[in-house]
């Protein structure tokens, strides 16, 4: 996973951190697809900074999982996007965790 001061990529298989975000049924011939979070614009030591980022953090974990992408003959969502989605959304949480608690202190 590349890590920027501007921004995060999230792959839909994190190879630097060993996570695995591809659907269980996902073929070979599938591409890897990424997300970047930018939050330079924002001001996290405030509430609505926060807010801000983690809507961001909320699309692009959809974006990446293809969470709402709707199935033929279905208005259900995949399981195993689903899955994506929660497993992408705990990692970029956990990765912005110390940058948020970094501005919070004022550094």
Do not use: H, W
């Not at 921004?7 to 890897?32: C, D, I, K």
């Not at 807010?51 to 969502?77: N, Y």
């Not at 994506?84 to 949480?93: I, L, T």
Request: glycine share 6%.
């Amino acid at each position: 996973m590349k890590i920027t001061k501007t921004s995060f990529a999230l792959a839909a298989a994190f190879v630097a951190s060993g996570l695995t975000l591809a659907p269980a049924m996902a073929s070979a011939q599938e591409q890897q697809r990424t997300a970047s979070i930018s939050y330079t614009d924002l001001d996290l030591s405030t509430e609505d900074g926060r807010a801000t980022l983690d809507q961001r953090i909320d699309r692009a974990a959809r974006q990446v999982c293809e969470l709402d992408r709707v199935q033929t003959g279905s208005r259900l969502r995949n399981r195993e996007a689903r899955a994506c989605y929660e497993q992408a959304k705990s990692s970029f949480e956990e990765r912005f965790a110390g940058i948020i608690r970094d501005a919070r202190l004022g550094g």
